[in-house]
């Protein structure tokens, strides 16, 4: 599975932006994905996760309330929607791959190169 993750840019504190991944290679709608960001001089965090099947979605409690995954297993694609956007939310976001559904970085097996985010204050 390849990924291209799509869709940051700058934005003001307060605002909103939609992250996009999209997906090449067979079995899309069998993986489980996620969004991870990892801001400068800090780890990779996860953010969000949604399973293949039955769609159950997953969020770190930094984010719950103000973003949403989804996907369209028909676009081979994952959308990271992100509503109240905080200073503290810049970071490169990442959207990865893996057959568990997982919130740790370990777990996932594909990676995307990242799209960068910034919220100014």
């Known amino acids: 599975v390849q990924l291209q993750a799509s869709g940051g840019g700058l934005v003001q504190a307060g605002g909103s932006l939609r992250l996009s991944c999209a997906a090449s290679g067979r079995n899309f709608s069998r993986y489980n994905m996620g969004w991870f960001r990892q801001a400068p001089g800090k780890e990779r965090e996860f953010v969000a996760a949604?399973?293949?099947?039955?769609?159950?979605?997953y969020y770190a409690d930094s984010v719950k309330g103000r973003f949403t995954i989804s996907r369209d297993n028909a676009k081979n694609s994952v959308y990271l929607r992100m509503n109240s956007l905080k200073p503290e939310d810049t970071a490169v976001y990442y959207c990865?791959?893996?057959?568990?559904?997982?919130?740790?970085?370990?777990?996932?097996?594909?990676w995307g190169q990242g799209t960068k985010v910034t919220v100014s204050s």
């Open positions: 949604i399973s293949w099947s039955v769609g159950s979605t």
């Open positions: 990865a791959a893996s057959l568990v559904i997982a919130t740790t970085h370990t777990s996932y097996a594909y």
